[in-house]
């Protein structure tokens, strides 16, 4: 499963000869992206990126939505410290044959 934010384009960049570029902001961090799949996109558009491509343009509410549900999240996971996080687990023993 993948969990996508939407992030809002801060610059786009068409100098490159196959698709444009994008340096898209998520709040902590800004990442580029290539707008291939989304040429109509410009300077102040929310995006979802996955794997280095914005898949999907967003309004603003729809973008400011899913937001809001993420910093729920973020908020409920850091309330409930690290015993509602999971830990990895060993692998289990070698059973001889």
Excluded at 6 to 35: C, K, M, Q, Y
Excluded at 42 to 61: C, H, K, P, Y
Excluded at 66 to 91: F, I, K, M, V
């Amino acid at each position: 499963m993948c969990l996508t934010i939407p992030g809002r384009i801060v610059s786009i960049d068409a100098s490159g000869p196959v698709s444009r570029t994008a340096r898209v902001d998520f709040g902590e961090v800004e990442r580029t992206a290539s707008l291939l799949y989304a040429p109509d996109a410009v300077v102040g558009d929310f995006v979802i990126v996955q794997a280095g491509f914005a898949t999907r343009r967003l309004g603003e509410a729809e973008a400011r939505e899913a937001l809001e549900y993420h910093r729920q999240l973020d908020e409920l996971s850091r309330s409930n410290g690290p015993a509602a996080r999971p830990t990895p687990t060993a692998r289990p023993p070698s059973v001889p044959t």
